[in-house]
């Protein structure tokens, strides 16, 4: 197993990855308030985070991959006013959405989703244990946790205080908290919102208080691989951090935390109030997964990322780059050393990047190398660059290769018509050609190397 180098925002450096219970890997990812639509920017970071999942487990890692589901929360109760509903049945609904969702962009890594409701005992037992540690103070609305009571608190992000671009919503505020930061943990019952009658008083769960809990009961109280996107590290994952290790007396929660960058549109970051929102389910319409999935891991997954049609049509055609080399693999052909070689190589080198902090655009770099050298050699791609071209699907999932290695000789033949035309600079029957072809659902690309072409997909 060669080591991976893993960036850990604990730490502020990039650093070997070692799970404490190695090849075992307990790997967590914050996941989503099942209020509204999932948007792109979540596409992102589950994409990044689907394949950190899968690379850990090609590198002979066993993962296993918790996500947790918001379904108890101000901005459910919020949402089910203005419909004229309950709160559960928002949930469900948007729960529902949000895994058709990660099915559509073909996130398939996730092993548990754990409701929060379905972890209350968990969550009150939590809370306890912070009250009879010292680390909780109850008012007329509930339990919040005090701040003063755990030193190390700012640990994570290098400090205490809010800033723009975090993600603030639930904030808690209340005049006579004793910190300005002390955040809830069980909120008191109102009227018209979901509660629980418990040992803390009839109420339901402060929204950090539900990731610690739901980690605990499958991982314990320290665990592996904590991930979420860059706005939440402060306050969410802070006071995470804060409230498990309290509770429990055992540092760290995680030893590893990575954060992926945002989606960013037009410069900003993509909100409902900024007004520059789009589902998952609107970019669906507007594009294939693959090429989705493709925009996400061409970028680095610490990077922030500008979405627009001409990031998709970039990704489009780069993914159809490599779908139309596979289509030039012969399998049946017998690769000499030399080419054998060079697939080999390419995949080693791929992984090397890869081991360097999941570096996914630097691989597809070298992927690209291959292939460019492939096509100045006289020698037909064989069974090593099938290989080759399926190990790196199996990790992006970003490829349409079925038929992929089946040329369609009339094709062959029609593209060959059209160079010998265009060279005879016949370019109206050149184009003439190119039509012909493009009602088939075949795309050309003319480049140094040659004309490729393939067929487009849904």
């Given amino acids: 197993m060669m080591p991976i180098k893993v960036h850990n925002t604990l730490t502020g450096r990039t650093e070997e990855f070692r799970p404490e219970r190695e090849p075992e890997v307990r790997m967590f990812v914050c996941g989503p308030t099942v209020y509204g639509p999932s948007h792109v920017g979540h596409a ?19 993962v296993t991959y918790l996500q947790n589901v918001t379904d108890v929360d101000d901005k459910i109760i919020r949402r089910a006013r203005e419909e004229g509903t309950r709160p559960e049945e928002i949930a469900d609904l948007f729960e529902k959405q949000y895994l058709e969702d990660m ?13 929060a409701h379905d972890h209350i005992d968990a969550i009150v037992d939590q809370i306890k244990r912070l009250i009879e540690r010292g680390h909780a103070y109850r008012l007329d609305d509930g339990w919040y946790f005090d701040l003063a009571s755990f030193p190390a608190y700012g640990k994570l992000s290098g400090r205490t205080d809010l800033r723009p671009e975090d993600s603030v919503s639930r904030i808690d505020d209340h005049a006579t908290k004793r910190n300005p930061g002390d955040f809830a943990l069980w ?31 499958f991982f314990g109280p320290s665990y592996d691989l904590h991930g979420g ?33 945002l989606l960013r549109v037009d410069g900003d970051k993509m909100s409902k ?19 989705l999935r493709y925009a996400f891991l061409s970028q680095h997954y610490r990077s922030s ?83 080759l071209i399926e190990n790196v699907d199996n990790l992006f999932g970003a490829f349409e290769l079925t038929g992929a290695v089946q040329p369609d000789s009339a094709v062959e033949d029609l593209v ?38 393939w067929r487009d997909t849904p």
């Fill in 229 to 261: 996107a860059v706005d939440l590290v402060f306050p969410h994952h802070e006071a995470e951090v804060a409230q498990m290790e309290a509770a429990s007396g055992i540092e760290p929660l995680a030893r590893y935390w990575m954060h992926t960058g």
């Fill in 305 to 387: 990322m500008e979405l627009s049609d001409s990031t998709l049509e970039q990704a489009r055609g780069a993914r159809r780059r490599i779908e139309n080399f596979a289509r030039t693999i012969d399998p049946a052909h017998t690769d000499s050393p030399a080419n054998a070689a060079r697939a080999t190589d390419t995949w080693k080198e791929m992984r090397e990047r890869l081991d360097d902090d999941f570096d996914t655009p630097g691989a597809l770099a070298v992927l690209f190398q291959y292939i460019r050298e492939q096509n100045r050699t006289e020698e037909p791609a064989g069974p090593s660059a099938l290989r």
């Fill in 273 to 291: 109030s900024a007004g520059n929102f789009l589902t998952i389910r609107d970019a669906l319409s507007r594009t294939d997964f693959r090429t």
């Fill in 44 to 62: 992102k970071t589950y994409t990044q985070f689907d394949f950190i999942a899968r690379y850990l487990e090609a590198s002979g890692y066993t």
């Fill in 416 to 453: 060959k018509e059209r160079d010998r035309m265009r060279a005879e600079k016949r370019f109206a029957e050149a184009d003439a050609i190119r039509d012909r072809l493009t009602e088939q659902g075949i795309t050309l690309e003319d480049s140094s190397d040659g004309t490729r072409w």
């Fill in 103 to 115: 099915a559509a962009l073909g996130n398939t890594r996730v092993d548990v989703h754990a409701r």
């Fill in 187 to 217: 909120k008191g019952r109102k009227d018209g919102e979901p509660f629980w009658e418990t040992e803390l008083g009839p109420g339901r769960p402060g929204w950090h208080i539900e990731d610690t809990a739901i980690t605990e009961t």
